[in-house]
Structures are given as structure tokens and as C-alpha cells.
């Protein structure tokens, strides 16, 4: 056996600490939620990008001064799409709720899944995922589209987010993309965080709620990013990826009381399946990323 190659155990150990993070940051953006009446999902994302910054900035320390202008724009660029992600991702789950925003968002490294499949049976996925939108979204007099759309932004963020953090990985070494990102990000929304903490005054739960979506859906994954994404091969990344809107749908209906009819969670299943489906379908390792 190659002495680089992973034994079962090590396997093992790398597949549940991804799986742990996907459960992490649904229980941060459940937390999160909690915190919406005080702070409203601007307050609660300008802690998270704050947290996020004051984690990875100091742990990988990147070299800002050396940056040049061909690595600095992608770098901008990806701290506007992660802050914009988790805000439109935020205020669907305040409209729609975690299970059904988690879901439609999920529809961003699908949707980059599909486009990268090398056969159309890969690419005929995209029909059973159009399905499940249909299922979860319901559409209707009643429907929040608004909701929807927000969730939709948050999923078209991500998929962003995961070609331009192929571009930082092939111009800046490590990691270090990723925390400057963290850091102009955290940035941005520090005077949004200042103006709701003066203005809102938050009881101690609100802050813990807040703290909490923060380390659970920020410290959590990062950290298992740092320590075991790059030694796991893309497509095994994306396919455990697929338990997010599981364990959202889960974790909204039994921690925030949301209510799931059985034609919406037949939805998720179908689009989680779908996935699953274009990832075995896709071939090759490629890169994997996720917000």
C-alpha cells in the first residue's frame, strides 16, 4: 500500500468529520435564526463574517503586502460573493425557513456538478433537480417568491463562489485567498455590525445565538476544511455534501418547528439524489469548495 494512501480508518475519520461539518453549519444557521428577531439576518451574518475573519486571519496570516493586482481582484471578488451568499441565505431562511433555503442554495454546486458532467446522463440530472424545485417551492398564489429568489441568489453565490475559489487556489498559495477573502468580507460588514449593535442592544441569547451560528457555521467548517478537504477527493466532497439539505430539513423541523409536506421532502430528495447522481456520473477529481 502507497504510504501517502489513507488506511480505511483514515477513510473513515476524514468522511465523518465532513459529514460533522455539514451537521455544524446547518445547526449554525439554525442557531443563527434565533437570533433574527433582534438582530434580523444582517446583524447575524456580520457576526458570522466578523468570527469567520478573527478565526482564519491569525491562523493562516497571509502575506497581504505581497499580493500583486492579478491575485488581489479574484480575492475581492470572492469576499463580495461570500458576504452576498450568506446574507441572501440568511434572509430566505428567515422567509422560507432552513430546510427549503438550504435546499434551493444547494442548487449552486449542482448546478456547477451538472455543467461539469462529461455525459449527458450526467447532465439529464438537471430533470429530477428541476422537479424537486417544483416540489419544494410549491408554486402559487401563497408562494414566497421573494423567499425563493433570495435563496436562489444565495445558490448562484455559491456556485461563484466555487469557480472563483478555484482561480485564488491557482494564484495564491494555501489558504491564504480564502482568509484575505474572510477578512475584506468581515470588512464590509463591520459598520452594519456596529450600527445593529448600537441600535438593537442584544439580550445575552441573542448573542449566544449569534456566537453560536458563527462558530458552528464559520469556526467548525473551516476548521475541517484546513485539516481534511484537500486530502479528499473532490467528487466524495460533493457527494457528502448531498446530506446538507438533509440534515437542514431535519434540523428545521425538529429544533425550529417548521412544517415540511411530504411532496416538499420528496423534493429534497430529489435534488440531494441528483447530485449524487452527476457527481458519479462526472469522472475526474476536479476541485472541491463550499461555503
Known amino acids: 500500500m502507497d504510504p501517502k494512501e489513507p488506511t480505511p480508518r483514515g477513510r473513515s475519520a476524514r ?3 465532513l459529514v460533522g461539518s455539514a451537521l455544524s453549519n446547518q445547526l449554525g444557521a439554525a442557531s443563527g435564526s434565533l437570533a433574527f428577531p433582534v438582530l434580523g439576518p444582517v446583524g447575524v451574518v456580520a457576526v458570522r463574517q466578523l468570527i469567520a475573519a ?13 499580493f500583486t493586482r492579478h491575485q488581489w ?3 475581492l471578488l ?10 441572501s441565505l ?6 422560507i425557513g432552513l430546510g427549503l433555503a438550504m435546499t434551493l442554495e444547494f442548487l449552486g454546486p449542482l448546478a456547477v456538478a451538472i455543467i461539469g458532467a462529461r455525459r449527458w446522463a450526467g447532465k439529464a440530472c438537471a430533470l429530477p433537480a428541476a422537479a424537486g424545485v417544483l416540489a419544494i417551492t410549491q408554486p402559487g398564489p401563497s408562494t414566497d417568491y421573494l423567499g425563493i429568489m433570495l435563496a436562489l441568489t444565495a445558490a448562484g453565490c455559491w456556485a461563484a463562489y466555487i469557480l472563483l475559489n478555484k482561480t485564488v487556489g491557482a494564484r495564491i498559495p494555501g489558504v491564504q485567498g480564502t482568509a484575505a477573502a474572510a477578512g475584506v468580507s468581515a470588512t464590509l460588514f463591520l459598520p452594519a455590525a456596529l450600527i445593529v449593535f448600537a441600535t438593537q442592544r442584544p439580550d445575552v441569547p441573542t448573542l449566544l445565538y449569534a456566537l453560536g451560528a458563527g462558530i458552528l457555521a464559520t469556526v467548525v467548517p473551516y476548521t475541517a476544511d484546513l485539516l481534511v478537504l484537500r486530502r479528499v477527493p473532490a467528487n466524495l466532497f460533493g457527494i457528502l455534501m448531498s446530506v446538507n439539505p438533509v440534515f437542514a430539513a431535519t434540523i428545521g423541523v425538529l429544533a425550529l418547528h417548521e412544517t ?15 447530485n449524487v447522481a452527476a457527481l458519479r456520473l462526472r469522472g475526474g477529481n476536479g476541485d472541491a469548495s463550499h461555503g
Not at 415540511?260 to 441528483?274: D, K, T
Open 90 to 95: 440568511y434572509a430566505a431562511v428567515e422567509r
Open 260 to 274: 415540511l409536506h411530504p411532496v416538499q421532502v420528496a423534493g429534497i430528495a430529489l435534488i440531494a439524489g441528483a
Open 15 to 17: 468522511v465523518a468529520a
Open 73 to 75: 481582484w479574484p480575492v
Open 78 to 87: 470572492l469576499a463580495l460573493v461570500f458576504g452576498t451568499m450568506n446574507l
Open 54 to 66: 478573527a478565526v482564519l486571519l491569525p491562523v493562516v496570516r497571509p502575506r497581504l503586502r505581497t
